[in-house]
């Protein structure tokens, strides 16, 4: 038969992170490619008791749930906001399919072709994916170390007229970065200004390091969910563990309807039994000193990976140390394409992801993304054993 697909397929590319892990899978190499979190920290007993208790409760375990997510989970995860400062009830929140769905849902309900989306540079990856899959003209807008560039972001507003801006304010994927105050207010201010919509997505900002003041969420600076500017968006994955797949969305009651109408198109609601387990384990089980117990470990690992990228010290190399999340991005020298480097780094047994895919427009081939939550320590040194060998051949036969 001769299959006739859609004109949309062809935005549909695979991810790159994705053909990276499976490369590494059943081969000696260490990954320091995947956004994954760290097996070994996973609260196994107590997500298996929450499993049990659930199951002990017997009757509607198992049948169909509300679209917008079981009702006492968007309860606790409404206190579990306001912690932030975020002020939601349970009509402005929709419990999703990890966050990723939310960046979908908001984009069928608010994008149409040729829309104008405004992105950091470099941003996530799979929200790119998204966004193209809409066909909507993505535009990144020029960033520094403390986030969005604001006279830049304000002049592509007024040359493009976009729809949505999408950031990752806390420790972002790919960079790390997390925005001053200034920024975060100052984005607020001019989309406020414009009407443009801001999709703050906040999967890492839990994940802060050196026991710190929180950063406050975009969506918190503005305000009340009604009639909010911005729409929020986090997940239980990096947090508990991301087979769970359950993330949430806050926003406008409105624009939560909308996507509500959308995910019952999708899949009419995300899993129940899944949803009641987490429910359980907030209830009955210390969620913030399990938070506290993955920021002690994870800054560990974070500042054995910039040590080591110290002690290579390899020429033209500058890296931002992250104040938490999961990733350190690395600029080389200009002359040297991590594409290029990925092919000698997999010979040589070690993986990362090369920075190309993460830009809307104008790649930077010189950059690339490194994982050090899901590495041990001792991997972590031989994979930047590993990876020194792989520049060093690379630069030997360009030379």
Not at 132 to 138: D, G, L, N, P, T
Not at 353 to 364: E, K, L, N, R, T
Request: net charge negative; proline share 4%.
């Amino acid at each position: 038969m001769e299959y006739r697909f859609s004109d949309t397929i062809e935005s549909f590319k695979s991810s790159a992170v994705r053909e990276i892990l499976k490369l590494t899978q059943g081969k000696s190499i260490i990954s320091l490619a995947g956004g994954l979190p760290n097996e070994q920290f996973f609260p196994i007993d107590a997500v298996k008791s929450a499993f049990a208790q659930v199951f002990d409760q017997g009757k509607g375990v198992l049948q169909y749930g509300l679209t917008e997510g079981f009702t006492p989970l968007r309860q606790s995860l409404s206190k579990h906001l306001e912690r932030k400062g975020i002020r939601a009830s349970v009509d402005n929140m929709l419990l999703t399919t990890g966050s990723q769905q939310a960046i979908d849902l908001l984009t069928r309900v608010y994008i149409d072709p040729g829309d104008v989306i405004l992105v950091e540079k470099p941003t996530y990856l799979a929200a790119i994916q998204v966004f193209q899959s809409r066909k909507a003209r993505i535009i990144s807008v020029d960033c520094d170390a403390d986030g969005m560039n604001l006279q830049d972001l304000e002049s592509k507003i007024l040359e493009h007229a976009p729809k949505m801006v999408y950031v990752i304010p806390t420790f972002a994927n790919p960079t790390g970065k997390a925005w001053s105050l200034e920024r975060r207010q100052g984005t607020l201010d001019i989309c406020s200004r414009h009407g443009v919509l801001i999709l703050e997505d906040d999967p890492y900002g839990e994940l802060r390091f050196g026991g710190g003041d929180t950063f406050p969420s975009i969506f918190s600076l503005a305000g009340e969910a009604n009639g909010s500017p911005v729409v929020y968006t986090s997940t239980f994955s990096k947090i508990v563990a991301p087979a769970l797949r359950t993330g949430w969305v806050v926003g406008d009651q409105n624009v939560i309807t909308h996507m509500t109408r959308a995910k019952q198109a999708a899949d009419l609601h995300s899993s129940t039994m899944d949803q009641q387990a987490l429910h359980v384990l907030l209830e009955n089980f210390d969620l913030y000193a399990h938070i506290d117990l993955i920021r002690t470990e994870y800054e560990a690992r974070m500042r054995q990976m910039v040590g080591l990228l110290r002690s290579k010290n390899w020429e033209g190399m500058q890296f931002i140390e992250p104040q938490g999340g999961m990733f350190v991005w690395v600029e080389m020298p200009e002359s040297v394409d991590t594409g290029v480097l990925m092919k000698y780094a997999v010979e040589e047994g070690v993986a990362f992801v090369p920075g190309i895919p993460f830009f809307a427009d104008q790649p930077q081939h010189n950059t690339m993304r490194l994982n050090f939550t899901h590495t041990d320590s001792q991997q972590m040194v031989e994979a930047f054993d590993r990876l020194d060998r792989a520049l060093q051949k690379m630069q030997a036969a360009v030379s």
